[in-house]
T-cell receptor, first 112, second 110 residues
Framework: DAGVTQSPTHLIKTRGQQVTLRCSPKSGHDTVSWYQQALGQGPQFIFQYYEEEERQRGNFPDRFSGHQFPNYSSELNVNALLLGDSALYLC???????????FGNGTRLTVT | GQQLNQSPQSMFIQEGEDVSMNCTSSSIFNTWLWYKQDPGEGPVLLIALYKAGELTSNGRLTAQFGITRKDSFLNISASIPSDVGIYFCITQGGSEKLVFGKGTKLTVNP
């Protein structure tokens, strides 16, 4: 039973570029959440998707957008990258009933 | 917004020692979760607590959901080198939005 998988594992982009990160949830899960984790900090909530719609959003600008597909997988898109966007981006899946999150190993994004 | 106070921020202990860390908040929560994150990996669930006063063990780990619903602690007994990592408390209130503590970085010296 595969857990949460994320791709790519590492990514290097330059300022102003756009990036797309991908996530496949744990089998049986229908809800996907995205988190940004800066070095030495705890994860910060970006947004959550359920039934292909954004349900909740954290304090992130509109440059951060997402999508959920019918198979529950999800993408995180970041436009006009800034140096401060360099971080580990974690995807977590769960059931909508509030069951504990299962995290992927993240995508390490470096913006130069 | 809601905030969690997790302490200590870091701990340096000898192998075999017991460890205790806690999280407190000014708000009431319905769920307390404890996760561990190893370097380069995502957080992994250790213990989930759903009822005030609940005391739950998972091997050498023990966690409790405070009676006031505003705090929780995690104890690790007889620490071993693989306990090294960052431990996060996470809470979930009625809004369903999760709130993370800032983490406790544990270093175990053999």
């Amino acid at each position: 039973d595969a857990g949460v998988t994320q791709s790519p594992t590492h990514l290097i982009k330059t300022r102003g570029q756009q990036v797309t990160l991908r996530c496949s949830p744990k089998s049986g899960h229908d809800t996907v959440s995205w988190y940004q984790q800066a070095l030495g900090q705890g994860p910060q909530f970006i947004f959550q998707y359920y039934e292909e719609e954004e349900r909740q959003r954290g304090n992130f600008p509109d440059r951060f957008s997402g999508h959920q597909f019918p198979n529950y997988s999800s993408e995180l898109n970041v436009n006009a990258l800034l140096l401060g966007d360099s971080a580990l981006y974690l995807c977590a899946s769960s059931l909508l009933d509030g069951s504990p999150l299962h995290f992927g190993n993240g995508t390490r994004l470096t913006v130069t | 917004g809601q905030q969690l106070n997790q302490s200590p921020q870091s701990m340096f202990i000898q192998e075999g020692e017991d460890v205790s860390m806690n999280c407190t908040s000014s708000s009431i929560f319905n769920t307390w979760l404890w996760y561990k994150q190893d370097p380069g990996e995502g957080p992994v669930l250790l213990i989930a607590l759903y009822k005030a006063g609940e005391l739950t063990s998972n091997g050498r780990l023990t966690a409790q959901f405070g009676i006031t619903r505003k705090d929780s602690f995690l104890n690790i007994s007889a620490s071993i080198p693989s306990d090294v990592g960052i431990y996060f408390c996470i809470t979930q209130g009625g809004s369903e939005k999760l709130v993370f503590g800032k983490g406790t970085k544990l270093t175990v010296n053999p």
